[in-house]
């Protein structure tokens, strides 16, 4: 039962064009959601999250969108640059009731940057 | 600050053998998350522990298995380990609720043979 999902495993953009990664979820109760990067070898760091009450968040070159009607979020990433290249994972969230104290993933997508 | 803190950062061990992964998080950070990667799959959760009690649980089977110290400090146990266990383990603490700010470690690589 897979109630994050990332439908594209890999994504390919030329340097300085924008990038946009799609998540999908099932769950209606998820009230937040997030994204990570990771880099090989390494754990995933944390980069933008949006609250179920708002459709947009915007921190810099990225920007998260969430369509709760559609149960979908994007991350942009603009104007996409070679250090980008990494795996992009999204999260979500329950409420305190629902669990909030997990993430639940999706599989990931991995973004190449070209230059 | 120091980030998190997974110990070994590899490992290799056999069919049926157990094994014990180290976790220290954040200072100051009380919650420790544990979740397993593989290949396809993303990232699994498997369990949450705050001041030493485990508040959340994933579907994995019993053999798997964390506890918390006094100091924050977590370790989690796989017994009767499976070829299919193979995978990246991560560690992620919180100074409260993850979804403020979940800082990861770089993980222990299991190897299964």
């Known amino acids: 039962d897979q109630q994050v999902k990332q439908n594209s495993p890999s994504l390919s953009v030329q340097e300085g064009r924008i990038s946009i990664l799609n998540c999908d979820y099932t769950?209606?109760?998820?009230?937040?959601f997030l994204w990570y990067k990771k880099y090989p070898a390494e754990g995933p760091t944390f980069l933008i999250s949006?609250?179920?009450?708002?459709d947009k968040n915007e921190d810099g070159r990225f920007t998260v969108f969430l369509n709760k009607s559609a149960k979908h979020l994007s991350l942009h990433i603009v104007p996409s640059q070679p250090g980008d290249s990494a795996v992009y994972f999204c999260?979500?969230?329950?409420?305190?009731?629902?669990?909030?104290?997990?993430?639940?993933f999706g599989q990931g997508t991995r973004l190449t940057i070209n230059p | 600050k120091a980030g998190v803190t997974q110990t070994p950062r590899y490992l290799i061990k056999t069919r049926g053998q157990q094994v014990t992964l180290s976790c220290s998080p954040i200072?100051?950070?009380?919650?420790v998350s544990w979740y397993q990667q593989t290949p396809g799959q993303g990232l699994q959760f498997l369990f949450e522990?705050?001041?030493?009690?485990?508040?959340n649980k994933g579907n994995f089977p019993g053999r798997f298995s964390g506890r918390q110290f006094s100091n924050s400090r977590s370790e989690m146990n796989v017994s009767t380990l499976e070829l299919g266990d193979s995978a990246l383990y991560l560690c992620?603490?919180?100074?409260?609720?993850?979804?403020?700010?979940?800082?990861f470690g770089s993980g222990t690589r299991l190897t299964v043979v």
């Open positions: 949006i609250s179920s009450i708002k």
């Open positions: 200072s100051g950070h009380r919650s």
């Open positions: 769950n209606s109760m998820f009230d937040y």
């Open positions: 999260a979500a969230s329950g409420n305190q009731l629902q669990g909030a104290q997990k993430l639940v």
């Open positions: 992620a603490s919180s100074a409260g609720s993850p979804v403020r700010g979940y800082t």
């Open positions: 522990y705050f001041s030493e009690t485990q508040r």
